[in-house]
């Protein structure tokens, strides 16, 4: 675009004005948008996998029944937000192909593996937790349409939150070895959740450009810390503890100091080389080939209808 048309767009989203699909934006912004989007609709994608390991091994028929419900929201959420991406002019085929030839990204956390009951847990209290405190404000991103899909997908995330902590209060309510089988889960999970915000602000390309355009609307490291705050008290009252020799509270800054990741560690994973990124991407891969027969009997079918329409 012309200087001119970038002034006028940022001036827009500085009066907090939508951005909907048929306004004119700049390249690199409608970029963006797809890119995240697209990787958020993916890690809704993959993120059904992890916790699905368990619907059959669920300890009861009402947790196998309320499992069964959040892994469906998560495919919901998914198609919503493919949805919301293909408003920006990419096609649903381009988004799967991307994801399963792997060059698109998903969400670290889900490369990480379910060992036991506790990991369900640890997912819907840690996992569904920082998705919670990343989601809230994106329901003010200057994306019409993507602002308007975190809007449900936020009603139904705060759903998982809760029932992932139901079933961490259950277990350490429980035995002596249903409290170890949470502390142990809680051990593997807690550093994946606190690197699922993203790297380091210093390291984070894109969140200047994202956060003048109103994509995001906080730093990677702002809700890292807020989510840290958030939880240090539930693991408290949940008589956990937390696997960080160095958290502390800071009177100062009415907020906990916490240690640093293992940054190798994230960046290794989103480069391919996590515990499972092979495993995940192979059940997408196979998913998709298994359902070719409905995809060519839907296509069938309406060429079928097309035909009987014009005749
Ligand atoms: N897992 C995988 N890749 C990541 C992660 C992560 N946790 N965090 C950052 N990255 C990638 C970015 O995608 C980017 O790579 P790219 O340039 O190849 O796309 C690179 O690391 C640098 O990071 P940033 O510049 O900080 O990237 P960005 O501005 O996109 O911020 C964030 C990352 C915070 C995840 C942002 O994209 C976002 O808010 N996305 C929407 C929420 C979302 O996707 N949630 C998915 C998990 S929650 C769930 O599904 C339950």
């Not at 490369?111 to 819907?124: E, F, R, S």
Request: glycine share 8%; with cysteine.
């Amino acid at each position: 675009g012309t200087s001119d048309q970038d002034k006028a767009f940022q001036d827009k989203i500085d009066r907090n004005v939508r951005i909907e699909p048929r306004d004119w934006m700049p390249e690199g912004y409608r970029k963006t948008l797809i890119r995240q989007i697209s990787q958020h609709a993916h890690s809704e994608i993959v993120g059904q996998l992890p916790e699905g390991n368990w619907i059959t091994r669920a300890p009861s028929l009402q947790r196998k029944a309320i499992l069964l419900a959040k892994v469906q929201d998560e495919a919901g959420h998914g198609l919503y937000l493919y949805c919301a991406a293909e408003t920006l002019g990419v096609s649903r085929d381009e988004l799967t192909e991307q994801l399963l030839s792997g060059k698109a990204k998903y969400s670290s956390i889900f490369n990480y593996p379910t060992l036991t009951w506790a990991d369900v847990g640890m997912i819907g209290w840690l996992v569904d937790g920082a998705a919670i405190m990343n989601q809230v404000p994106l329901q003010r991103c200057s994306y019409g349409p993507y602002s308007r899909a975190m809007i449900r997908v936020c009603k139904e995330e705060s759903f998982h939150q809760r029932q992932g902590f139901d079933i961490v209060r259950a277990l350490v309510e429980g035995t002596e070895d249903q409290k170890a089988m949470a502390q142990d889960a809680l051990n593997r999970w807690w550093w994946p959740a606190i690197m699922m915000f993203g790297p380091p602000d210093a390291d984070s390309t894109h969140s200047e450009q994202s956060m003048k355009w109103g994509i995001k609307l906080n730093s990677n490291d702002e809700l890292r810390q807020k989510f840290v705050d958030q939880t240090v008290p539930q693991a408290e009252w949940l008589g956990l503890t937390l696997p960080d020799p160095d958290l502390k509270w800071n009177e100062d800054r009415q907020s906990y100091d916490f240690g640093t990741p293992d940054w190798d560690e994230f960046f290794n994973v989103i480069k391919g080389n996590g515990i499972c990124n092979r495993e995940r991407l192979d059940a997408r891969n196979k998913a998709w080939d298994d359902g070719a027969w409905f995809r060519e009997g839907l296509m069938a079918h309406a060429e079928k209808t097309t035909k009987q329409n014009i005749a």
